[in-house]
Antibody, heavy 117, light 113 residues
């Protein structure tokens, strides 16, 4: 059974930092691109970053470029998102997902990040 | 950037009746490899999204056959042949053709009349 368990969310002040983690199991983690998708309260889905199987290719949405850093550890089957200079508009549930065949196959349960003073 | 536009925003449906959701892209989703990477996701209240359909019309394992996807180029449709209570939620289309971006539609909320 596939599991993507995200953690590390919480309440942080504007300008602060958080590091999200995602533990994967039930599929061959090292074979897939991985992404972070977020969903602001009551809003739709927004892709923010993905990383290739080896970690060599990385892309960011303009909304987070320069502030967020995605990384992975294939040995630990884990995905990470370092979030710096956080803003109120970064408040959202952050989902860890894989990408297979140019589609998102598996979703995790998400972790809530709240940026507020 | 590719823009995905869904309609309607809200879709009240009577149980047992059909429902149809439209998704239009600002550019063709036909990839150079001959595939069209258009997916549909269902998000039930309080849950994470779940994929229903990939590459326009391929149903995921475990997805009831009352769900079907169709379309080509820039126009796509998700149909539910007979809506059941468990189908309540928000449905999203997503394009995966134009990397490095994955782009979602704004969502369509399906509710029971």
């Amino acid at each position: 059974q596939v599991q993507l368990v995200a953690s590390g969310g919480g309440l942080v002040e504007p300008g602060g930092s958080l590091r999200l983690s995602c533990a994967a199991s039930g599929f061959t983690f090292s074979d897939d691109y991985m992404t972070w998708i977020r969903q602001a309260p009551g809003k739709g889905l927004e892709w923010i970053s993905y990383i290739s199987e080896s970690g060599r290719n990385i892309y960011y949405a303009d909304s987070v470029k320069g502030r967020f850093t995605i990384s992975r550890d294939n040995a630990k089957k884990s995905l990470y998102l370092q979030m710096n200079s956080l803003r109120a508009e970064d408040t959202a549930v952050y989902y860890c997902t894989n990408v297979a065949g140019s589609s998102i196959e598996y979703w995790g349960q998400g972790t809530l990040v709240t940026v507020s003073s | 950037d590719v823009v995905m536009t869904q309609s309607p925003l809200s879709l009240p449906v009577t149980l047992g009746q059909p429902a149809s959701i439209s998704c239009r892209s600002s550019q063709s989703l036909l990839h150079n490899d001959g595939n069209t990477y258009l997916s549909w996701f269902q998000q039930r209240p309080g849950q994470s999204p779940r994929r229903l359909i990939y590459k326009v019309s391929n149903r995921d394992s475990g997805v009831p056959d009352r769900f079907s996807g169709s379309g080509s180029g820039t126009d796509f449709t998700l149909k539910i042949s007979r809506v059941e209570a468990e189908d309540v939620g928000v449905y999203y289309c997503m394009q995966g053709t134009h990397w490095p971006q994955l782009t979602f539609g704004g969502g369509t909320k399906v509710e029971i009349k």
